[in-house]
């Protein structure tokens, strides 16, 4: 899994990467301090960890920016403010954690944002020109199920 964590606090920043790289050591885990430096980077991430209240950009413009380029991005906001819950939602966040961290919260999100991230990785889909059909792979069945039907 790729993870970002983006916070202007460095002892947040340093506190967030601790707990996924705790309960996640096989992960590449990224820090930023401002959304700029992150879209910068032009890398893909599974999972976003980002703060709202930054200066210049602010997360949820940050979440904007990312989400035209990494749509299947699992976004977490971690802020130390409720007021930008809805905002978050439009930009379909996966969670939106209150500071102080409460460990056993986080590590609850984080481990549902893995199987999420996960998910959207084992997504395929199809584009079968002739009829304008768009398949998700998981509802096409490959091979035989039935006993009446030959492979």
Excluded: W
Excluded at 33 to 57: C, H, N
Excluded at 75 to 84: H, N
Excluded at 129 to 149: W, Y
């Amino acid at each position: 899994m790729d993870i970002a964590v983006v916070d202007d606090e460095k002892a947040i920043r340093e506190h967030i990467c601790g707990l996924v790289e705790e309960r996640q050591a096989e992960s590449r885990i990224e820090a930023y301090a401002t959304g700029k430096e992150l879209l910068a980077s032009g890398k893909r991430f599974d999972i976003v960890f980002l703060d709202i209240q930054m200066e210049g950009m602010n997360g949820i413009e940050a979440a904007r920016d990312l989400r035209e380029k990494q749509g299947d991005t699992v976004l977490v906001f971690v802020t130390g403010i409720k007021d930008y819950v809805f905002d978050a939602f439009d930009l379909y966040a996966f969670q939106y954690l209150l500071k102080p961290i409460d460990e056993d919260k986080f590590a609850e999100v984080l481990e549902r944002a893995v199987r999420e991230a996960a998910k959207k990785k084992e997504r395929r889909v199809l584009f079968i020109k002739s009829r304008n059909l768009t398949l998700d792979q998981s509802e096409i069945l490959v091979g035989s199920h039935r006993a009446d039907i030959p492979p």
